[in-house]
């Protein structure tokens, strides 16, 4: 009995090790997105004074297009991968890329039609980012459920009492995340 358990718990660990190896590849843009979040908010704090919204849009592309350099980098190292492997689906961008595609073509035209106001998408994003970090744990590890489960409940905090505030704080705190996790998942992958 004892060794099925070691056995199972085995199995798992080489699970956890192969979908940290191929999720090497979105380390990246976990470091692009958290410096892209980061960079938002501090903008959106110097708005108080200068009008710089032209800047955060400027940064917002720039991480589009780093994000599109790093994704067919990823999809070159894809290509030349033995085929013969069995693949989970980490290693292929488009799998990766195209819920969150839609996911942000769903709220811009949410906000493009006047149904959510411009209060709604920090939250929505900074609860997205917590449910995706709680999901990504149960995989990878207890520190980011840990991760997701503060940045829901300071999201919460932010929608009830500091409503005003959730989107200098949320992308901040959001972006911090993201950075957080991919130093997590760099350090777990060596």
Do not use: C
């Not at 843009?29 to 501090?42: D, P, R």
């Not at 492997?85 to 949410?110: D, K, S």
């Amino acid at each position: 009995m004892q060794n099925k358990v070691t056995q199972n718990q085995q199995q798992l660990d080489n699970k956890r090790k192969d979908w940290l190896r191929e999720a090497h590849g979105l380390i990246p843009l976990l470091f692009i997105w958290g410096a892209e979040w980061v960079f938002s908010a501090a903008v959106d704090f110097a708005l108080y004074w200068r009008d710089l919204d032209w800047l955060k849009q400027a940064a917002f592309v720039t991480a589009v297009v780093a994000s599109l350099i790093q994704i067919w980098g990823m999809r070159k190292n894809t290509g030349q991968a033995n085929e013969d492997t069995e693949r989970t689906g980490w290693g292929r961008p488009i799998f990766v890329v195209l819920p969150g595609a839609m996911l942000v073509a769903a709220v811009a035209l949410l906000e493009a039609i006047g149904a959510v106001n411009q209060l709604f998408a920090p939250i929505l994003r900074a609860f997205l980012l917590a449910i995706g970090f709680v999901q990504v744990g149960l995989l990878l590890g207890r520190s980011l459920i840990y991760l997701g489960l503060w940045l829901f409940a300071l999201t919460v905090i932010m929608g009830v009492g500091y409503l005003g505030y959730s989107d200098v704080i949320l992308e901040g705190m959001g972006g911090i995340s993201l950075l957080v996790s991919g130093y997590m998942l760099r350090v777990w992958a060596r």
